[in-house]
Each structure stands twice: as C-alpha cells, then as structure tokens.
C-alpha cells in the first residue's frame, strides 16, 4: 500500500503519515480486524465518503475530506459496530487514532495536502 505524509495547509502544521487505500480491496477492508494503529500513524481512503467500523477492534476519528481536500466532517472517538455519513462534499476519509485529529488541530474548513511517501 502507498504511504503519504498529511499536512494542514492552512495552519501550515504536520498531521500524520497514512496508508493510502485507493484500491476496491484495501477500501473495503481499512481497519478492519486490525490491531489499532500506532501513534503518528492513520489510514487515507480514497474515494470515500462513509465508513463503518465493524469488525473493528478500537474507537478512530474520522475526518472526511472534499475533492478539494477540505475538512468538511470530523466524527471524533467512533467506536466499534458504528456507520458514518460524512454529508455533502465528502470524497476521501482519513482514519485515525481517537484524538489524534483534535492534537492535529484539525478543523472543518481547514485545507489539508497530501505528499506521497517514498
């Protein structure tokens, strides 16, 4: 799986390095039966715009992301057997650790950049 390292454009500060899940599979399995992801660490899924977290085995944030790599929804610590909707405009979903999104600082309306990963 590609890796990308994510940034807030607009607070001009680092966020977290991702798995980047673009293909049918690695969507549709994300974390899945997973151990939960180390600090620093998330998952990017694109194109997504709802989760869900069955089969999950610990709580993640999730923000969801526009085409244009806006924040448009952050749905904080979503617990195991939950779905998320991440409304109008969302088309990519960064999974991480519970809290991880608010140490980021991230918020809706906040431009985020992806740089891939070697």
Wanted: charged share 25%; proline share 7%.
């Amino acid at each position: 799986m590609k890796r990308v390292r994510v940034h807030n454009v607009t607070k001009e500060a680092p966020v977290t390095e991702a798995g980047h899940a673009t293909s049918m599979w690695a969507r549709f399995l994300g974390l899945m039966g997973k151990k939960p992801l180390p600090e620093g660490e998330a998952l990017l899924i694109d194109p997504c715009s709802s989760v869900h977290t069955m089969f999950m085995r610990f709580p993640i944030d999730v923000v969801y992301i526009s085409k244009e790599n806006s924040v448009v929804k952050i749905a904080p610590e979503m617990r195991a057997w939950r779905a998320g909707l991440g409304g109008k405009g969302a088309h990519k979903v960064l999974e991480m650790l519970p809290g991880a999104a608010a140490k980021a600082g991230l918020e809706v309306g906040d431009e985020v950049g992806f740089e891939p990963l070697a």
